[in-house]
């Protein structure tokens, strides 16, 4: 069965500092991948999207980036964060092929920016 | 351009009576729908989906949805709520001819399920 990791599960970082987050899923090839960031509790905001390694989209401009090294593992980084940035942040993967279209989510990242 | 509406901010219901949770959908095409459920500090679990066929779909932990075409509704439905159902629940639409499944979501309704 395929199983999706983040880490770390929480982070308290100061402003201006870097940032990265990882993501990586287990027992499937080639998936798609996401960034989401839940603010407040409440809606989701695609962030960034990858349908293969080295293919970041990004959905709206902002002081994050992706990366995908590997096929399946996705990165969001920082170079110096903004005290806009806390949030909830989730990753999720859906298959390429035709049989399914629905998302699968980790447990998240709970970022504080102080 | 595809939307999904989730029109309550908040549910409440007494444990053991139906629980409705309300979506809406504006798409061009026919709409691949999902609801998700996230529970305090977690990510979000998949419910279940309509791609085709029945419009009565099944899902997980007793939960069914109902695609109303007429009325571009995706009701998300339980015969008998339970405390443990209390969280927040998402209304999804595929975004229609985009790479990667896309999902746009709704709003999000909290369930206050009370015993």
């Known amino acids: 069965s395929q199983t999706i990791h983040q880490w770390p599960a929480t982070l308290v970082q100061p402003v201006g500092s870097p940032l990265s987050l990882e993501c990586t899923v287990e027992g499937t090839s080639n998936p798609n991948l996401y960034w989401y960031r839940q603010a407040a509790g409440r809606g989701l905001q695609l962030l960034f999207y990858s349908v293969g390694i080295g293919q970041i989209s990004s959905e709206v401009p902002q002081n994050l980036s992706a990366s995908r090294p590997q096929d399946r593992q996705f990165i969001l980084s920082s170079k110096k964060l903004l005290l806009s940035d806390s949030g909830f942040y989730l990753c999720?993967?859906?298959?390429?092929?035709?049989?399914?279209?629905?998302?699968?989510f980790g447990p998240g990242t709970r970022l504080t920016v102080t | 351009a595809q939307s999904v509406a989730q029109p309550e901010d908040q549910v409440n219901v007494a444990e053991g009576n139906p629980l409705t949770v309300k979506c809406t959908y504006s798409v061009s095409g026919n709409p691949y729908l999902f609801w998700y459920v996230q529970y305090p500090n977690r990510g979000l679990q998949f419910l279940l989906k309509?791609?085709?066929?029945?419009?009565l779909v099944k899902g997980s932990y007793g939960f069914e949805a109902e695609f109303n075409k007429s009325q571009t509704s995706f009701h998300l439905k339980k015969p008998s709520a339970l405390v443990s159902d209390s969280a927040l629940y998402f209304c999804?639409?595929?975004?229609?001819?985009?790479?990667?499944?896309?999902?746009?979501f709704g709003g999000g309704t909290r369930v206050l399920v009370k015993p």
């Open positions: 999804a639409v595929r975004v229609i001819k985009a790479a990667g499944n896309k999902l746009t």
């Open positions: 309509y791609i085709t066929g029945d419009n």
């Open positions: 999720a993967w859906s298959s390429s092929g035709r049989a399914s279209y629905e998302q699968y």
